[in-house]
C-alpha cells in the first residue's frame, strides 16, 4: 500500500493540518507557472525576428532531444503503442493550437494571451459533452457561462475592434481543448510517458511543413533562446506532473491562476505592457470557471471509484 508522508508536527506535538507532500507540490506548481510563463515570454521575444511557425519547430525539436538520454536508459518500450493513429490526430491539433497561439502571442499583450489561453478547459468541456457522451449539470453549465462571459469581457466585441491576434489565441485554445479531450482518450491505455513522447514525435515533423516556406538560419542568439524555450517547456511539465503526483489537483489547480501574474510582471518589466483591467476580470472569470469544472470532475471520478468498491 502507498504511504504518504508525515504530517508536520506542530509545538505542541499534534500533526499540522498541512501535510508536507501538499507543500511540495504546491512549490512545484508554483515554480511550474514560472517556468512555463518564461518559456512563452521566450517565444513571444523570439516572434519579433522570427516566424512562429520556426519558432514551433525548432522549441519541439530542442525540447525532443531532452528525451534521448531517456531512450539511451530506456530503449524504445514507451513507444510501444496499439493507437498511433490517434497519437497522430493528438500532435496535428497541437501543432495547429500551438501555431494558432504563437501567431496571436505575435500581436497581442502578453498578459491577454495567457488569461485567453485559459478557456482551453471550457472548450473541452463541451467538445466532451459531444464527443464522449459526457453529462454535465448544472453548475458545471453555469461555470461554461461565467467562462464564456469572462472571455468576452476581455474581447469586448462591439466595444472596440475584434484583434486577429485575440482570435487566433482563442481559436489556438479551442484546438488544444481538443487535444486534451485526445490525451484524456489516450490515457486509458497508454502511459504519460508514451503519450508525451508521441506528442513531440508528430508535432516536429507537422510544424516542419510551415516552416519550410518561411525558414531563415537563426543567430546564435535565437537558437540559445530557443534552446532555454524547450528546456524551460519540459522543466514545466515535469514539475507540473510532480506537482499532480505530490497532491491532489484540487488542491493546486488555482496556482495556475499564477501564470497570469508572472505574464503580467512579465510583460510589464521585458515589454513595457501594461494588461488593462478587463483583462484581469475576464481572466479571473476565465480561470474560476475552469477551476471548478476540474473540481467538480474531480469529484465525480471520487465519487464513481468510491461507488465501485
Not at 448544472?138 to 468576452?152: N, P, Q, S
Not at 503580467?264 to 475576464?282: K, N, P, R, Y
Amino acid at each position: 500500500m502507498e504511504t504518504r508522508p508525515p504530517e508536520a508536527a506542530t509545538a505542541d506535538g499534534t500533526a499540522a493540518s498541512f501535510p508536507r507532500a501538499t507543500l511540495r507540490g504546491v512549490v512545484f506548481m508554483a515554480l511550474s507557472t514560472l517556468a512555463l510563463t518564461v518559456m512563452t515570454a521566450v517565444m513571444r521575444y523570439l516572434t519579433a525576428e522570427m516566424h512562429p511557425f520556426e519558432i514551433s519547430f525548432l522549441r519541439n525539436v530542442f525540447g525532443f532531444l531532452m528525451f534521448l538520454p531517456w531512450f539511451v536508459r530506456q530503449g524504445w518500450g514507451p513507444l510501444r503503442t496499439g493507437r498511433l493513429g490517434f497519437h497522430a490526430l493528438r500532435g496535428v491539433l497541437q501543432a495547429v493550437a500551438m501555431m494558432s497561439f504563437l501567431y496571436g502571442l505575435s500581436t497581442i499583450v502578453l498578459a491577454k494571451a495567457v488569461a485567453l489561453d485559459f478557456s482551453a478547459p471550457l472548450f473541452a468541456t463541451v467538445i466532451a459533452v459531444f464527443l464522449l457522451g459526457e453529462r454535465i449539470r448544472a453548475r458545471r453549465v453555469a461555470a461554461l457561462i461565467l467562462g464564456l462571459a469572462g472571455t468576452l469581457a476581455i474581447v469586448r466585441p462591439g466595444f472596440i475592434a475584434l484583434e486577429t491576434g485575440s482570435l487566433l489565441v482563442l481559436f489556438g485554445a479551442f484546438c488544444w481543448g481538443f487535444a486534451l479531450i485526445a490525451i484524456k482518450v489516450l490515457a486509458r491505455t497508454d502511459s504519460s510517458v508514451t503519450i508525451t513522447l508521441y506528442s513531440t514525435i508528430f508535432i516536429a515533423p507537422i510544424t516542419l511543413i510551415g516552416t519550410l516556406f518561411v525558414w531563415q538560419m537563426p543567430t546564435g542568439e535565437q537558437f540559445a533562446w530557443l534552446v532555454l524555450a524547450g528546456v524551460l517547456s519540459n522543466v514545466g511539465l515535469m514539475l507540473q506532473a510532480q506537482a499532480i503526483k505530490e497532491c491532489e489537483v484540487t488542491a493546486i489547480m488555482p496556482l495556475d491562476f499564477l501564470k497570469l501574474v508572472w505574464a503580467a510582471v512579465i510583460g510589464f518589466v521585458v515589454f513595457s505592457e501594461l494588461a488593462d483591467l478587463w483583462t484581469w476580470i475576464g481572466g479571473i472569470m476565465i480561470f474560476g470557471a475552469s477551476t471548478y469544472i476540474a473540481y467538480r470532475e474531480s469529484r465525480v471520478r471520487a465519487e464513481r471509484r468510491e461507488a465501485g468498491t
